[in-house]
Nanobody, 114 residues
Framework: QVHVVESGGGLVQPGGSLRLSCAAS????????MGWYRQAPGKQRELVAA???????NYADSVKGRFSISRDNAKNTVYLQMNSLKPEDTAVYYC????????WGQGTQVTVSS
């Protein structure tokens, strides 16, 4: 069984920062890509950032220069450092782990509001 657990969401004021973490555990095998997606109310889930085992990264245009993704392969953990947060970043953030299968976390709420 595979577990994907996110943490680090919460309420933050515009311009603030948050750091999300996601740990994968269980009989997961080799992990290829780990990434973060988000889904705001009434909108489709979208890619925020992803990182390969080798460290190559990909970001949505809307978060480039503000968010940074990193990964600890030994711990099967991925992080998302979010700076200069905007109200439009408000969403549920999901961790996605790709092996020969795809696994999702349960999501963590990020709310940016004054």
């Amino acid at each position: 069984q595979v577990h994907v657990v996110e943490s680090g969401g919460g309420l933050v004021q515009p311009g603030g920062s948050l750091r999300l973490s996601c740990a994968a555990s269980g009989s997961i095998g080799s992990i290829y890509t780990m990434g973060w997606y988000r889904q705001a109310p009434g909108k489709q889930r979208e890619l925020v950032a992803a990182i390969t085992t080798g460290g190559s990264t990909n970001y949505a245009d809307s978060v480039k220069g503000r968010f940074s993704i990193s990964r600890d392969n030994a711990k099967n953990t991925v992080y998302l450092q979010m700076n200069s947060l905007k109200p439009e970043d408000t969403a549920v953030y999901y961790c996605r782990v790709r092996t020969i299968n795809i696994y999702w976390g349960q999501g963590t709420q990020v709310t940016v509001s004054s």
